[in-house]
């Protein structure tokens, strides 16, 4: 049966201010681990350390010849794909989703039809702190997620008072919702108990769509015994576990059905599976390249001659875009928010 290997990086729970992980994302190689191991030892051949790391490795530029060679074989011979989010988005991302969607949805409007969250979304990532004023836009992003977290009438009420001392009326449409009208719809949709925001479910559901596509039959998931990777367990048990017929376009390249091909996810030891260090090698470098990009890191690969080497269909990026047209264009038909709701309802467990 034909094994996809993956490794994570950046997550913090739900914690996605948290200034020292930018980005979080994960990488999914089908690769057996004989090949693996003969791909360490081509390009890493005095490697002493009981496990290929990325990071330690990225620290020396005379590694960088050597790990640009490794990814360019990964990504020319093996079937594999790489997601990241920029963590402060997805956050404004699910304020859309939860402390303004509702509202629209109440009152017939459907804000998730050919990607207007996505645009929202990015509107209020990138102007955000000019028009409603930067402390006061960090403080409404701070109270969301705190809200979303606690749940409490307390934690309700900052977020509500934090929006009104905003300069909404620079945002109507984004913030109006919360800071005029404070609608149940929105409050409670923040209260329910399941939703939280972790983007441990956005992650894989990215990843899976793709590997669903490159597996040619039934196929499993290895990953490593980290605790970071407990939560991804647990979430692909429940995909697994879901027996349901059902189809989703989820964007204009791709969809997402139940059953899925995938039928067993494993733990492993990544000392003992250069497979899983390969994995490691491609999401770590995804990662530091978006810091780098970002201006938040030094050092490391240069990342255009990184990105250069991945073909489109092998990069999955969450990532705010102010070209609303395209960002239309590409979702256009696409049943965001019918996959929202029923991941929610039927593996998460949540209810509108």
Request: glycine fraction near 6%.
């Amino acid at each position: 049966m034909e094994c996809f290997r993956i490794d994570e990086s950046g997550f913090t729970g739900f914690d996605l201010l948290n200034a020292d992980q930018r980005f979080q994302g994960a990488s999914a190689i089908a690769i057996e681990n004989d090949d693996a191991e003969r791909l360490i030892k081509q390009y890493f051949p005095k490697l002493q350390a009981p496990e290929l790391k990325y990071h330690a490795l990225s620290k020396r530029e005379a590694n960088h010849p050597r790990l640009l060679g490794l990814m360019r074989d990964l990504l020319s011979n093996f079937k594999c794909v790489t997601y990241v989010c920029d963590k402060r988005y997805m956050l404004t991302l699910m304020f859309v989703d939860y402390a303004v969607e509702p509202y629209y949805y109440e009152r017939g409007l459907n804000l998730y039809a050919n990607g207007r969250n996505y645009a929202m979304a990015s509107m209020l990532h990138m102007a955000g702190p000019t028009l409603l004023g930067k402390p006061q836009f960090r403080r409404l992003m701070a109270s969301f997620q705190r809200a979303m977290k606690i749940k409490d009438a307390r934690a309700l009420k900052e977020l509500v008072e934090a929006a009104r001392a905003t300069n909404w009326e620079q945002l109507p449409e984004v913030v109006g919702p919360l800071a005029q009208y404070a609608p149940r719809e929105c409050l409670g949709a923040i209260a329910t108990p399941e939703l939280t925001t972790d983007v441990a479910m956005i992650v894989l559901t990215s990843l899976i769509t793709r590997m669903e596509v490159m597996a040619d039959s039934a196929y499993r998931v290895e990953h490593d015994q980290s605790k970071n990777l407990a939560t991804y367990h647990e979430l692909l048990q429940r995909f697994i576990h879901h027996n349901d017929t059902v189809q989703f376009r989820a964007t204009e390249i791709t969809t997402l059905s139940f059953p899925l091909k995938l039928t067993k996810v494993v733990q492993v030891d990544s000392r003992r599976s250069p497979a899983v260090q390969l994995a490691d090698v491609m999401i770590g470098a995804a990662i530091e390249a978006g810091n780098k990009l970002a201006g938040l890191r030094t050092g490391g690969l240069d990342p255009e001659q990184l990105l250069a080497l991945y073909a489109n269909e092998q990069f999955i990026h969450m990532l705010p875009s102010t070209d609303f047209e395209e960002q239309r264009r590409f979702r256009q038909g696409t049943q965001g928010g019918e996959l929202i709701d029923y991941l929610a309802t039927n593996l998460m467990g949540a209810k509108r």
